[in-house]
Structures are given as structure tokens and as C-alpha cells.
T-cell receptor
């Protein structure tokens, strides 16, 4: 069973708007990673935030991490049609496995 | 380009058969992990190899087994296939405590 959860499960917005996805996890972590998946194919790594970091930016992506609440959020600004995909958070505990949530299905409407 | 390739991309097997999935990771990826992703779900951890030794396993039965080779390639073997084994199987390579780089996956269908 999944040990993380993304919220919302599905999100549909207009091109140019911002998209925010939330993630909660249950384990202690060394890092929290976000991935994108197009059409059920491989996962593309987007960003990694370490447990001692609170916010991180990469291009149009902004990730926050609140270890006290065991939660993270991913913000995609100025969305584009190409951002349409499923987004997953994954809790990383050092050298061990990644624990994924069920994902958020993001649709960007032109 | 993630530096991780998987083969085959699609596979159809009959219930009860055995299957071997392959993964080739780039030099330096001393850790390889395998995940199973059912339709509409997030990936579930199967097991992980570090320097050719299994060093972590998820909640999967022993009929799921694996190997890692010195050339950074890896195999996932599944015996006595069941219908519920139908899924996308993902391989990921990484160095210690860094982001994982995933292959495009193998879509296994068991009929």
C-alpha cells in the first residue's frame, strides 16, 4: 500500500495559471523528491529537497518542505500544455527505497 | 535522457510463465532499484541492489527475484506469473543518497 498521498488526485487548469500540488508522507526522510510521468512511461526527476531545507526553486518549479507536518508542496508557475502529466512525490530515506504517493494528474487546458 | 534503459518495452506472458526484465544503467550508478506500478497507482518498491547485493526489499513474494551485474546492468525475474503481476515495471539507477534516474519501463501484461 502507498505510504504517501498527493492532493488533489486530479487538477485541471488553464494555460498560464499556476498549479499547486501537495504531498504528505509518513516516514522519517533524508529527502523528498518530485517526479513527472507522461502517459504511463518512465519517471522524470524534477527536484530534490533535503530534510534540512525548507524551500527550493528550479526554473518554474518551487518546492516547499515542512518536516514537522510531514508535508511538501510543488508549485508550477505559468503552466504550459507540455506540463500535462502525472506528478509524484517520493520520500527518500537515505540509501533505501523511495516511497511514492499515488500522484496528481495535472491537465493544462489551452 | 536518464542514462537508464530497459528492455523490452512491452511484453505479454501467460499466467504461470516466467519472465526476465532487463535494465542497463550508466557507469557510476552503484545502486539499482526496481518498482512495480499498477495502472493509476504510484510505483511500489520491489527491491534494491547495491554493488551486486540485495540491500532492501519491499512487500513482494520470493517469486520476484533480481540480479545486479558489475557492468551496472540488472535483471528482474518473476516466476509463476499471476494476472495481478500485470503492471509497468520501472528500473532506477543512482549513486548513494541522490536522486534516482528511471528508465522508460517495461509494460508487462499477463493473460
Amino acid at each position: 500500500s502507498q505510504q504517501g498521498e498527493e492532493d488533489p488526485q486530479a487538477l485541471s487548469i488553464q494555460e498560464g495559471e499556476n498549479a499547486t500540488m501537495n504531498c504528505s508522507y509518513k516516514t522519517s526522510i533524508n529527502n523528498l523528491q518530485w517526479y513527472r510521468q507522461n502517459s504511463g512511461r518512465g519517471l522524470v526527476h524534477l527536484i530534490l529537497i533535503r530534510s534540512n531545507e525548507r524551500e527550493k526553486h528550479s526554473g518554474r518549479l518551487r518546492v516547499t518542505l515542512d518536516t514537522s507536518k510531514k508535508s511538501s508542496s510543488l508549485l508550477i508557475t505559468a503552466s504550459r500544455a507540455a506540463d500535462t502529466a502525472s506528478y509524484f512525490c517520493a520520500a527518500g530515506s537515505g540509501a533505501q527505497k523511495l516511497v511514492f504517493g499515488q500522484g496528481t494528474r495535472l491537465t493544462i487546458n489551452p | 535522457e536518464t542514462g537508464v534503459t530497459q528492455s523490452p518495452t512491452h511484453l505479454i506472458k501467460t499466467r504461470g510463465q516466467q519472465v526476465t526484465l532487463r535494465c542497463s544503467s550508466q557507469s557510476g550508478h552503484n545502486t539499482v532499484s526496481w518498482y512495480q506500478q499498477a495502472l493509476g497507482q504510484g510505483p511500489q518498491f520491489i527491491f534494491q541492489y547495491y554493488r551486486e547485493e540485495e540491500n532492501g526489499r519491499g512487500n513482494f513474494p520470493p517469486r520476484f527475484s533480481g540480479l545486479q551485474f558489475p557492468n551496472y546492468s540488472s535483471e528482474l525475474n518473476v516466476n509463476a506469473l499471476e494476472l495481478d503481476d500485470s503492471a509497468l515495471y520501472l528500473c532506477a539507477g543512482r549513486t548513494s543518497n541522490t536522486e534516482a534516474f528511471f528508465g522508460q519501463g517495461t509494460r508487462l501484461t499477463v493473460v
